[in-house]
T-cell receptor, first 112, second 116 residues
Framework: AQSVTQPDIHITVSEGASLELRCNYS??????LFWYVQSPGQGLQLLLK??????LVQGIKGFEAEFKRSQSSFNLRKPSVHWSDAAEYFC??????????FGAGTRLTVKP | SAVISQKPSRDICQRGTSLTIQCQVD?????MFWYRQQPGQSLTLIAT?????????ESGFVIDKFPISRPNLTFSTLTVSNMSPEDSSIYLC?????????????FGQGTRLTVV
C-alpha cells in the first residue's frame, strides 16, 4: 500500500535561512509525487509535482524538490525563506492523481 | 487549471442532523474526490465520486454515513449524516483530469464543519 512519511511535524527557521522539508514514500512503482501548501484558513495550493523526467523539479514561490529513487524521497527545498512561507506543507503520492495519499504535514514557522 | 466552488464554506450543526456539501467545478473533470481533514491532522481520502454510479469508499468510510452523488462531470455532493462532534472537520473536494487531461489534483477551499 502507498504511504507517505513526513518525519518533521514542526520546523522553525529564521527568515532568509534555507529550508528543507523531508518526505519519504513507500510504493512498489514510481509514483507521482506532489507538494502542497496550506496557509491558515486556506485551501491547498500545489507547489510542484513530479511525474517523470528530470528528478529536480522547480515549483512556484521559489520552491524546488528532488526525487531520489534510491532513497524513496522527495524533499522540498527553498534557498531563502520568507515570512509569508509560514504554513502547513503536505507531501502526497498518487497514481494518475487517483487515490492520493497525504503525509501528516509539516508546519513551518518563520522567525523574524 | 480548475476553479472549484465549495458550499457552504462553513457551518455549525446540531448533532443528529445531516449536512450536504456541494462541489462545483468550472470545467469537466475526470475524477472527483472527497477528503476529510480533522483538526490539526492531514487529509484522509473519504471516497472517489463516480459519475452515474456509486462512489468508491476508502476503508473506514461507509455510504450510509457519507452518501455521495455525482450526477455529471462538473458537480458532486457529500452528505455527512447523523452528525456527531467527532465529525467536526474540514471537508475538501478535489478534482483531477481537467478536460480529460492528466493533470494534478486541484482542491476547493473546504467546508469547515463544527458539530455541537
Amino acid at each position: 500500500a502507498q504511504s507517505v512519511t513526513q518525519p518533521d511535524i514542526h520546523i522553525t527557521v529564521s527568515e532568509g535561512a534555507s529550508l528543507e522539508l523531508r518526505c519519504n514514500y513507500s510504493y512498489g512503482a514510481t509514483p507521482y509525487l506532489f507538494w502542497y501548501v496550506q496557509s491558515p484558513g486556506q485551501g491547498l495550493q500545489l507547489l510542484l509535482k513530479y511525474f517523470s523526467g528530470d528528478t529536480l523539479v522547480q515549483g512556484i514561490k521559489g520552491f524546488e524538490a528532488e526525487f531520489k529513487r534510491s532513497q524513496s524521497s522527495f524533499n522540498l527545498r527553498k534557498p531563502s525563506v520568507h515570512w509569508s512561507d509560514a504554513a502547513e506543507y503536505f507531501c502526497a503520492v498518487g497514481i494518475n492523481n487517483n487515490d492520493m495519499r497525504f503525509g501528516a504535514g509539516t508546519r513551518l514557522t518563520v522567525k523574524p | 487549471s480548475a476553479v472549484i466552488s465549495q458550499k457552504p464554506s462553513r457551518d455549525i450543526c446540531q448533532r443528529g442532523t445531516s449536512l450536504t456539501i456541494q462541489c462545483q467545478v468550472d470545467s469537466q473533470v475526470t475524477m472527483m474526490f472527497w477528503y476529510r481533514q480533522q483538526p490539526g491532522q492531514s487529509l484522509t481520502l473519504i471516497a472517489t465520486a463516480n459519475q452515474g454510479s456509486e462512489a468508491t469508499y476508502e476503508s473506514g468510510f461507509v455510504i450510509d454515513k457519507f452518501p455521495i452523488s455525482r450526477p455529471n462531470l462538473t458537480f458532486s455532493t457529500l452528505t455527512v449524516s447523523n452528525m456527531s462532534p467527532e465529525d467536526s472537520s474540514i471537508y475538501l473536494c478535489s478534482v483531477a483530469g481537467v478536460q480529460g487531461k492528466n493533470t494534478e489534483a486541484f482542491f476547493g477551499q473546504g467546508t469547515r464543519l463544527t458539530v455541537v
